[in-house]
């Protein structure tokens, strides 16, 4: 099992410039997430889904949209990139079986991304 | 709204020493928490979790209490290695999301 993966790892962009994030999992999991990290922030909740074909906003999902058209994909995208967003993001997955699995969230390695 | 509240960082300490990185969380609903770890270049793993008042979590000789009384979660080991150098996490999780600290940054000297 690869667990979840992004891609890509790094990248830069100009001011302006879009770009889509791609986060993957293998554990059949319903429920996806996608976070950005901040110094002295924490992560924080940009947009979430609970299963295909829904997705939800979270703490901070201006300037970003999401896609989950297939239940192992979450996509992240940004259409207009502001050097505000540069930033580590992260994808996180968790089973929908709550009694089991207690909410534990399975996190991928992270994207960096810089916009200048 | 839900908050978890952690000890600022960073914090150095010797090899063999204790730990407590100390966490407080708001108590609406009923809560589980947990504490995770980022390694340096890496994504977050769970270290371990809580789901109800008095539980105690424990994994890699950290261990730490849901403390209903106090709404507390802090993280315990009591000696400290080298590889335990990482920023430290704790979380809550209601409403549907899990919501993180800051982060405490942890560095373990020789």
């Known amino acids: 099992n690869a667990g979840v993966t992004q891609t890509p790892k790094f990248r830069v962009l100009k001011t302006g410039q879009s770009m889509t994030l791609l986060c993957a999992q293998d554990?059949?999991?319903?429920?996806m997430y996608w976070y950005r990290q901040d110094p002295g922030m924490g992560l924080r909740l940009i947009h979430y889904s609970v299963g295909e074909g829904t997705t939800a906003k979270g703490e901070v999902p201006d300037g970003y949209n999401v896609s989950r058209l297939k239940k192992q994909n979450f996509l992240l995208g940004l259409e207009s990139a502001a050097p505000s967003q540069t930033s580590v993001y992260f994808c996180a997955s968790s089973s929908a079986d709550r009694g089991r699995y207690s909410y534990e969230q399975y996190f991928g390695p992270g994207t960096r991304l810089t916009v200048t | 709204g839900d908050s978890v509240t952690q000890m600022e960082g960073p914090v150095t300490l010797s090899e063999e020493a204790f730990l407590t990185i100390n966490c407080t969380y708001t108590?609406?609903?009923?809560?589980?928490l947990f504490w995770y770890v980022q390694y340096p270049g890496e994504g977050l793993q769970l270290l371990l979790k809580?789901?109800?008042?008095?539980d105690k979590g424990s994994n890699k000789g950290f261990e730490a209490t849901y403390r209903k009384e106090t709404t507390s979660f802090h993280l315990e080991k009591g000696s400290v290695q080298v590889s335990d150098s990482a920023v430290y996490f704790c979380a809550r999780f209601g409403n549907e999301k899990l919501t993180f600290g800051t982060g405490t940054r942890l560095t373990i000297i020789p």
């Open positions: 809580a789901t109800k008042a008095d």
């Open positions: 554990m059949n999991h319903e429920y």
């Open positions: 108590a609406t609903g009923y809560p589980s």
